[in-house]
């Protein structure tokens, strides 16, 4: 079976500096992939090149079957992959609701009104607070309605960036059952993510990113095992979490 | 009490030209028209962080549009022209806004300054139209029946679009391609990520801005009667930026403000010509230090200040991120 998301190759440039290296990978249908690696490894870079944020130096990448390397974002968006960017950038001085309306802006307008219900049922905080502004939203509702809004489209493959990033240890468990919740109904998610141990245990394949190039990778059972995983991500994810916890 | 404040604003607006000396009501009218521009302004620079320097070109293209229509058309009605001067100029801001895609920051401005200086040549050069540096007598526009050939008439009709061009800015969120737009403003990325088309939306910001400063230009040309081109000089511009600065980047209400703030400064300023930039500059540096939000924001805060405590009224802080529920 041909896989939702295959990247072949990817080499990506800021200016001179090069930000990937041809980096190679694939997520299944329906399946949970993660991305690991330090900060400024690539990782957030490797998300946007696939939602065409970023235009790729080398390389190739098809979804679905399509190639959309040169696809403009708008246009992938369309075609069923969802962003949910580092930082969450929810639009502050929106509503809940108009935060999804813009999620919607590629939805049909006679289906709006369903997929909004469809958000507020996934997160049903987000239905009470629907004409709050978002920027006075805590930390873990703004990345809920950053995951809902990304969902307006109803998207095959989730590219979610650090959900977890900033939030206390009980709305981050949270927020990884909500995925595991998108992912049982068919979604495709690729995570990236700082806290390796928990996306290892939610993801089934892993690969870590390391300055831009991809060193290792295999199914996250393995990667857990790795010497090289374990002295780097989840030895580094202990000392965060006792940090941040 | 927002709606008490409304309802007495109403009342000072419709009955100044009954209470003040006919001066003022021809500077009201100017800080109406003023207004107008700031926001097309304010839906450019503010909104999708695009910064002209040329806006007192769009204003000069709607301005002579609505004229020549006014003097070889009179048959026209008010509204008819306006529309006119709002689309062609309209039209001129799409063709300049697609090249300016490319352009950011410094370089956008840069061009646009130079887009203004072109209008102003185009002007002079077209002196079998324009009439050049002769300049151009407008005469009294007819609404139906009535000439508008009285400062009250005209006060009122600039009012009357102005409350028009206001409210559709104001609910501008209301709509699909409004919010896409507003979204651009809040995060480009995030905006992106949601499906809206980038250039588009900034191409867009660009025609809009150029429609509502071309329909202010076709109400400055009937409320001041006469055009030459020294009127659309390159410091309308920068006026018209410092607008939107002191008045507050990205807000209707601000729009106003800043337009009404710097209208009547350069008129009590008259004087002194020679000191004007100099003032202007120190207003200009002195709100970017200490009110960078403009008035509007700075108004905001005061009323938080005000109630505080009161949930609901409260500006959202910058752009909270990594907020941690209790």
Redo the contacts between chains.
């Keep these: 079976m041909t896989p939702v998301l295959d990247v072949q190759d990817l080499t990506v440039y800021y200016g001179k500096r090069r930000a990937l290296e041809g980096v190679s990978l694939t997520v299944g249908r329906g399946e949970i992939v993660t991305l690991l690696g330090a900060n400024g490894a690539g990782k957030s870079t490797t998300l946007r090149a696939v ?3 970023v235009r790729p130096e080398r390389g190739r990448i098809v979804y679905e079957g399509r190639d959309i390397t040169q696809a ?3 246009a992938i ?2 075609a069923g992959v ?4 580092e ?8 509503t809940v609701l ?1 935060n999804l ?3 919607g ?2 939805v049909r ?1 006679s289906q709006v009104g369903e997929r909004v219900d469809a958000a507020f049922e996934l997160f049903p905080v987000l239905g009470r607070r629907q004409s709050q ?10 990345q809920m309605l ?1 995951i809902g ?2 969902l ?2 109803r998207p095959r493959l989730l590219l979610l960036d650090e959900p977890s ?4 240890p ?2 981050s468990r949270e927020i990884f059952r909500v995925i595991q919740r998108i992912n049982d109904s068919g979604v495709a998610v690729l995570l990236v993510e700082q806290n390796a141990r928990r996306a290892l245990a939610l993801a089934a394949r892993g690969y870590v990113l390391e300055t831009g190039r991809l060193v290792v990778a295999g199914p996250s059972a393995a990667l857990a095992a790795d010497p090289r995983v374990r002295t780097a991500y989840l030895g580094l994810d202990r000392a965060r979490g006792g940090a941040a916890g | 009490m927002r709606r008490a404040a409304l309802a007495t604003g109403a009342v000072v607006v419709l009955g100044l030209p009954w209470a003040v000396p006919r001066y003022f009501v021809f500077l009201a009218s100017l800080i109406v028209v003023n207004s107008i521009v700031a926001i097309g302004l304010n839906l450019l620079s503010g909104y999708t962080n695009q910064l002209s320097f040329g806006h007192a070109g769009f204003l000069a293209i709607g301005a002579y549009t609505g004229a020549l229509l006014t003097i070889h058309a009179p048959a026209l009605p008010v509204p008819a022209a306006l529309l006119v001067a709002g689309l062609v100029t309209a039209a001129v801001g799409l063709a300049l806004g697609i090249p300016c895609l490319r352009l950011e920051g410094l370089y956008l401005a840069m061009a646009t300054l130079a887009f203004g200086f072109v209008v102003v040549e185009a002007i002079l050069n077209l002196d079998w139209i324009t009439r050049g540096n002769d300049g151009l007598r407008v005469p009294a526009a007819r609404l139906g029946p009535i000439a508008l050939a009285t400062d009250t008439a005209r006060y009122y009709l600039t009012v009357a679009v102005a409350a028009l061009l206001i409210l559709a800015a104001l609910n501008i969120a209301r709509t699909r391609t409004g919010r896409a737009l507003l979204a651009v403003r809040e995060s480009e990325i995030a905006a992106q990520a949601s499906g809206v088309h980038l250039a588009a939306y900034k191409t867009l910001a660009f025609v809009l801005s150029a429609f509502y400063t071309g329909v202010a230009g076709g109400l400055f040309a009937l409320v001041v009667g006469f055009l030459s081109p020294d009127s659309f000089d390159v410091f309308l511009s920068v006026d018209f930026v410092a607008m939107i600065i002191v008045g507050g980047l990205g807000s209707v209400p601000g729009s106003v403000l800043g337009a009404a703030v710097i209208t009547t400064l350069n008129d009590s300023l008259a004087g002194f010509q020679n000191y004007r930039p100099l003032i202007f500059g120190a207003i200009l540096i002195a709100s970017m230090l200490f009110m960078p939000g403009g008035i509007a924001s700075a108004l905001r805060k005061l009323s938080v200040a005000g109630a505080a405590g009161y949930p609901g009224t409260a500006p959202p802080a910058a752009k909270p991120r990594q907020g941690d529920d209790p």
């Design positions: 939602s065409g944020l403009p974002a708008d968006v369309a969802g962003h949910v960017p930082g969450r950038e929810i639009f502050p001085e929106f108009e309306l813009v999620g802006h590629t307008r502004l978002a920027g006075t939203l805590s930390g873990g509702e703004q950053a809004r990304a307006m489209p990033l900033g939030l206390a009980l709305l």
